[in-house]
């Protein structure tokens, strides 16, 4: 199985001021098509899963683009650039290259 | 705008089989385009993937889970279903049916997800 790694394990913000979560993963997610399916989902407390980001950095519908993704290869990256309090939750990346699909354990975005 | 909506018992017993039906609303499971999902949450902490189903009845399992796992799909109904046999208590999660565009791991819609604990 492909194991996803996230860093931080938490992440304390300012409101207003930037995050970024790190995803990495034991094997390139380069597809034999040459896509890279690699995905964002943020999970608010109490709430199931939503997608954010598909395909690396491809904003799914209604997501405010302030959130973008990025990377190749093995090392991607998801950044908020200035924090609200509506993004406080847990985000996971979730590549879909190898079956099966894996998650990174996630990465929980709060409040200072 | 398409809905899912699972359900089931909320308990089981050890060593018997988990049950769950994810309802569709909004949209059609036979349009194709989209792999019909079921992942699980265990209290407080990660997601793991069970596997996925198309409307034509190609099924995906995790192998970690796939000797007790069936995934099915009833097109009249609108519906696709779960089965986990042989349950533990290693099997309290909360599970939840999404919705994946083209099967890559675009998980467009999901359940609000169902608490099933393994208990006697």
């Known amino acids: 199985d492909i194991v996803m790694t996230q860093t931080p394990l938490s992440s304390p913000v300012t409101l207003g001021q930037p995050a970024s979560i790190s995803c990495r993963s034991s094997q390139s997610l380069v597809h034999s098509d040459g896509n890279t399916y690699l995905s964002w989902l943020q999970q608010r407390p109490g709430q199931p899963p939503r997608l954010l980001i598909y395909?690396?950095?491809n904003r799914f519908s209604g997501v405010p683009d302030r959130f973008s993704g990025s990377g190749a290869g093995t090392d991607f990256t998801l950044k908020i650039s200035r924090v609200e309090a509506e993004d406080v939750g847990v985000y996971y990346c979730m590549q879909a290259t190898q079956f099966p699909l894996t998650f990174g354990g996630g990465t929980k975005v709060e409040i200072k | 705008q398409v809905q899912l909506q699972e359900s089931g018992p909320g308990l089981v017993k050890p060593s018997q089989t988990l049950s769950l039906t994810c309802t569709v609303s909004?949209?059609?499971?036979?349009?194709?385009?989209?792999?019909w999902s079921w992942i699980r949450q265990h209290p407080g902490k990660g997601l793991e993937w069970i596997g996925y189903?198309?409307?034509?009845?190609?099924?995906y399992y995790n192998p970690s889970l796939k000797s007790r796992v069936t995934i099915s799909v009833d097109t009249s109904k609108n519906q696709f279903s779960l089965k986990l046999s042989s349950v533990t208590a290693a099997d309290t999660a909360v599970y939840y049916c999404a919705r994946d565009r083209q099967g890559f791991g675009e998980l467009l819609t999901w359940g609000q997800g169902t608490l099933v604990t393994v208990s006697s």
């Open positions: 189903i198309y409307y034509s009845g190609s099924t």
């Open positions: 395909k690396i950095s």
């Open positions: 909004g949209g059609s499971i036979s349009s194709g385009g989209y792999y």
